[in-house]
């Protein structure tokens, strides 16, 4: 374990990734039940976060409950929200054509978004097992006359049982080549989707910790958002793989079961 050198307040507020930190391949990875029983003890704040766009957190609670983890969906936070609640800010009441499915669209109508593929304010690229190649051309062309292109998350590749497949950073890159237009991208590794999740849960940076199993997404993203973070080893980042990068995490633990005793 490495210990945290620099002096703060003691955690109140706790974001925690998903994948890799909580469950693994639908499985509940051990500690993860305890973990958040504690936090809930505690009265503990705590959002759960994931880049995935395309459930809701309905979709995604119910997921964790099949694992025998009980988050309620309003404790879930996705790279959907967090990119519905940036186009709130910029623009209310704005328009989008939307590729992604029901984590997205959902997102997107509750803050007032029209979805319509005339004349946009923006091209919003999310997360789908079924991209079109329709949807991309059209994408495109109205990001060629235009619109701006936002897109929820950078992850080149996403799992299936199969094997990788093509994710949103892949298919943004599609048409980033097509268009000369690079997307702004909102979910992790953008220190942006932890400063909405926090203002969700009244949460300050000081006083926050930020769990999480990859290097150059959670721990990168919540150093930049000024957090506490934790790196545990049951996901994608190996202890080995550590010493690559220019930063380090607060603390590296071997898994959620070590983070129990902090809270």
């Known amino acids: 374990m490495i210990a945290v050198t620099i002096e703060r307040a003691p955690a109140e507020c706790w974001l925690t990734d998903m994948d890799g930190v909580l469950v ?14 504690r936090l809930v003890a505690k009265q503990r704040r705590f959002l759960v976060l994931t880049n995935n766009s395309i459930f809701t957190p309905r979709d995604l609670a119910a997921r964790l409950a099949r694992t025998g983890l009980h988050v309620p969906e309003e404790a879930i936070w996705t790279s959907a929200l967090a990119t519905a609640d940036f186009l709130r ?16 669209t959902t997102a997107l109508h509750e803050v007032g978004y029209v979805m319509t593929d005339t004349d946009p304010d923006y ?3 999310g997360e789908t097992r079924t991209y079109s190649f329709e949807a991309i051309t059209r994408a495109i062309r109205l990001v060629g006359r235009g619109a701006r292109f936002i897109a929820t998350n950078p992850d080149v590749t996403g ?4 094997g990788p497949l093509p994710a949103t950073g892949s298919v943004a890159a599609m048409i980033t ?5 690079e997307p702004y991208f909102v979910g992790k590794p953008n220190p942006m989707m932890f400063r909405s999740a926090m203002n969700r849960i009244d949460a300050h940076s000081e006083s926050t910790i930020m769990i ?12 930049e ?38 809270i």
């Open 24 to 37: 693994h391949e639908e499985k509940a990875l051990p500690g993860a039940a305890e973990f958040l029983e």
């Open 225 to 262: 958002a000024g957090l506490e973070t934790v790196l545990v080893l049951s996901g994608s980042t190996a202890a080995s793989d550590v010493a690559r990068f220019p930063f380090r995490p607060g603390r590296i633990l071997d898994s959620i079961a070590d983070v129990i005793d902090l």
């Open 123 to 125: 091209v919003v690229l």
């Open 159 to 162: 799992p299936s049982p199969e």
């Open 177 to 181: 080549r097509a268009t000369g237009a």
């Open 89 to 104: 800010t910029q623009l209310p009441g704005g328009s989008a054509f939307v590729i992604g499915e029901a984590g997205l």
């Open 212 to 223: 999480g199993d990859r290097m150059d997404t959670d721990v990168v993203a919540g150093i």
